[in-house]
């Protein structure tokens, strides 16, 4: 036996691995010899013996995803899956217990013919259990390695869930904050939103999938969902060849070059076409031009949607139009459980076609080493969540992705035996505070600003407490009490904000103003004469019109996760310095939408883009954020990479040559009384190219602490085949001669590639 087997081996290694499958075929069961089986195979192999030995109807269900679970997500509403059969290739896992999805994977590997194990996937955004700040207010943090640590607590607590998959990271440019999605996602900016997601890629797949918390990653929605148009969910829209290029296509780009597993198409049809249903994207740029091995899943129900959309007169041509554009597993609706296979013996779909589609989602159950070990560790939940180190994360998270607007008078922190007036509907929600897509997150497990406060303070502070008002209404029966606290106390935190239902999936708004009541609050806290701080949590930018100016200090909480309480008393007192940066530009009104840093310039300089009644500018620009040090930036420098002959800002221009690269350096020194966090955000401008580009691009960042009275150095190198070059309609990127500018702060030097 074990010379035939040495005989066999010996041969096995001179066959291609078609003629290997044949051979191990026949007749026999040793798991060795299967060679889907065989852990020691390699993974292409395993794939195509597995795919040899499947009939029509198990591949067509392989490309099928059902619930598994409660699901309480009223935008998505399924039942759990009522005719399992074993062979299903996804099902969205909604628990936190693993037993049930253990159950079903027990009937899929042991009780069906070729033992297939199913993959379990669920939205795990921005948290399973320990819930982190919303993505928004994540991206500004700046703070990538919190944002990768973040990413690998989720992973850890959904894998000790069941969970395979996560339907994240959200790499959406969005630019309407009447999108309630906006929360979702990492701002209006490709540069940072590229960068987020490939460090969440890489974090939530680890080096190998089959390690031990790595779960598999999914870049949603691709692509240009948020573009939607006025702000409103599931609206088509309507975007450029070269937009699409230059703005929304990169952080997919960039997420997928990190490795991404999957991708989820969008809602959206993109002039004309849905994404679900766009050979352009979904074929010809992610399988083609970037060679993506994986797979794409579709949006909930999308398939079914074509018909809704106006593309597809049924569901079986709805079926045809998504799978023949690259459109690999089906969510939830049926449709290709119900048509794939007629299409496929019509020859409608090509066997070829559906293959490639099993292929790769069988590929990804291999990777995660499903196959090995199908089951997931049944372990007390105190075992597994909200551990000390994870609450640990959420509460940094929390406190960089803070951002101070306003501090006048320096109010903030709050000096020391103040008697504070806390008030608003925000101090003691705990609800709200989750965020939407709050993965698994409960109400209980949030430390509310209240709390949070109080514990900080110990007895050194007294805490005056009214509510106020609610979030919205016109019960003002709260004000009186509330004026009475601020009459009290020496200074007014007061803690306004959104509902989460306010922002995420279908959540939009018409306007980004808080509702009348919340800012009366304030106007009556106002006549008292107190200094007032107002926090705001919210899931999007705010129109601060009527609040800003009432208020002498302003900051933006976001909906910060589990740790609320903690990162926000952290704040208020000074033991963290705030060192948040806006991922998102605040727009003066609602008017001004959509506005963004990275506009083009217009026709004209003085008169263009004004409005009558308004600024044109916004309230508070992309990268905007105070500190409770000050930063002193020396003069910006920059020499060709290996010389020691600076440029800097004057009039000089440094030349370089096709193949040069440089080094560009700044030194940021912590003036004032307090370490802190700063961030460099380095900046690129083409000002004439044959494609005309935004007035500034975002292409590099780097955040570092600077004690007080110390200096930290930024370099930026500069490749100008990456950082100068701009792409154009058809995907490709070019570089054109002549001048550019390297920026930071109001900071440029001229750089002329000759
Ligand atoms: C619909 C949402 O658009 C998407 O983001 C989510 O991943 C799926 N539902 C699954 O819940």
Redesign the pocket.
Known sequence: MKLNLFILTGLILTLTPHTWTAIAREGSTDKKEIIYKNPDAPIDDRVGDLLSRMTLEEKVLQLSQYVLGNND?I??IGETVKKFSGKEGSL?FVGVEPQLRNAMQKEAVENTRLGIPILFG??VIHGFRTVFPIPLGQAASWNTDLVAQACRVAAREAISAGIDWT?SP?VDIARDGRWG?IA?GFGEDPYLCSTMSAVSVKAYQGDDLADDGSIAA?L??YVGYGASEAGRDYVATEISRQTLWDTYLPSFEAGVKAGAATL?SS?NAISGIPASAKHYTMTEILKEKWAHSGFVVS??NAVDQLVTQGMAPDRKQATMYAFNAGLDMD?VDNCYVENLADLVKEGKVSEERLDDAVRRVLRLKFRLGLFEEPYTVEKPQSERFLLPEYKEVAEQLAQESMVLLKNESDVLPLKKGARIALIGPVVKNRFDMLGS?EGRGIEEDVISIYDGLKAELGDESEIIYAMGCDFDGEDTSGFHEATAAAEAADIVVLCLGEKRAWSG?NASRSTIALPQIQEKLLEELDKTGKPIAVLLSSGRPLDLTRIAPMADAVMEIWQPGVMTGPAVAGILTGRYNPSGKLAVTFPYTTGQIPIYYNQRNAARTERAGRYQDIQSTPMYEFGYGLSYTDFDYSPLKVCIYGSDRYTDTGDNVLTIKEGQTLTAEITVSNTGGMDGKETVLWYICDPYCSITRPVKELRHFEKKMIRKGESRTFTFHIDPERDFSFIGPDGNRFLEKGDYYIMVQDQKVRIRLD
Do not use: G, T
């Open positions: 997500n935008n998505n969205i669920f939205d339907f959200m999605r979702e999914c949603k929605h989820m809602f949006d909930w969510m897509w999936e």
